[in-house]
C-alpha cells in the first residue's frame, strides 16, 4: 500500500463513485454538501480538511454522473419476471454432464419452462423451474448433489445491444438493486442486450420498481439536467 496522502478531490471521488446512495442524492440535490463533507472527514483515516473536502464535493461533476445513468437507463426496452426458479449445484462429473443434457432434451421451452447450465471445473449450475428440480437430482446420484437454492425469482432486462459496449451498463444495474437492498444471487448476460438476475422471491417487486424507475429517468429527470 502506498503511503502518499490521499487529496480531498480524490477521496471524495471514491465515497461518490462507490455510493449510489450518495451519488442519486447529490444527483437530484437531497444531500447537504456541508453534512457529506463532514461524514467524509469524520470516517476517513487521511487528514483532509473540512473546507477541501466541501470544495471537492461542489466540484465533482454530478451532472455528468446522471447523464450517463439517464443513458443506461433510457436503454432499458423491457422488464419482465418469473418466479418459482431454483438454482442446482451439482458435481462436475461425466455421469452428471450426461443426466443433464437427456433432462434439457424434456423441458418444455415452447411453455416457457427455465433451464439454464452454467458450468466450471468443479461444479455445474442448473437454473431452472422449481417444480422440475427434484426431477432433475432424481436423475443423479446423491452424493452429486452439492445443493439447491429455492424461492428465487428470475428478472429479464432487455436493453439496447449496444449497452455491452458501454462501461458502466450492466454495473448502473446492479447499483440500482443494491441501493434498494435487493440481494442479487445470479446475474448473467446472454447478449445481445439481454441480461438475466436471479434474486430472493420475497425482493422480486421490489427489484422490478427499481429497474423501471430507472427506465423512466428519461422523462422523470431528462429536462432537469
Do not use: C
Not at 424434456?106 to 422440475?132: C, H, I, P, Q
Amino acid at each position: 500500500m502506498s503511503d502518499q496522502p490521499v487529496s480531498a478531490g480524490e477521496l471524495v471521488r471514491r465515497v461518490i463513485e462507490r455510493d449510489g446512495v450518495v451519488r442519486n442524492g447529490l444527483a437530484r440535490g437531497l444531500v447537504n454538501h456541508r453534512a457529506l463533507a463532514r461524514w467524509i472527514q469524520e470516517s476517513s483515516p487521511a487528514e483532509v480538511s473540512f473546507d477541501a473536502i466541501l470544495s471537492a464535493i461542489r466540484r465533482y461533476p454530478i451532472r455528468q454522473t446522471s447523464a450517463k445513468r439517464q443513458v443506461h437507463g433510457r436503454m432499458i426496452l423491457k422488464l419482465s419476471l418469473k418466479n418459482k426458479v431454483a438454482v442446482v449445484s451439482l458435481k462436475n462429473e461425466r455421469e452428471v454432464q450426461t443426466a443433464v443434457a437427456r433432462f434439457s432434451e424434456e423441458v418444455n421451452y415452447a411453455n416457457g419452462e427455465t433451464f439454464r447450465v452454467a458450468s466450471s471445473m468443479e461444479a455445474v449450475s442448473v437454473t431452472l423451474d422449481a417444480k422440475n428440480a427434484g426431477r432433475l437430482e432424481s436423475r443423479v446420484p446423491k452424493s452429486s448433489v452439492l445443493r439447491r437454492i429455492e424461492k428465487l425469482a428470475e428478472l429479464v432486462v432487455t436493453m439496447e445491444p449496444e449497452v455491452e459496449r458501454m462501461p458502466g451498463g450492466i454495473s448502473t444495474i446492479a447499483s440500482e438493486l443494491a441501493m434498494n437492498d435487493v440481494n442479487i444471487r445470479q446475474l448473467t448476460s446472454v447478449g445481445p442486450g439481454r441480461i438475466l438476475i436471479l434474486v430472493d422471491e420475497k425482493d422480486a417487486m421490489e427489484a422490478y420498481r427499481a429497474l423501471e424507475l430507472l427506465a423512466e429517468t428519461r422523462t422523470k429527470w431528462g429536462e432537469r439536467f
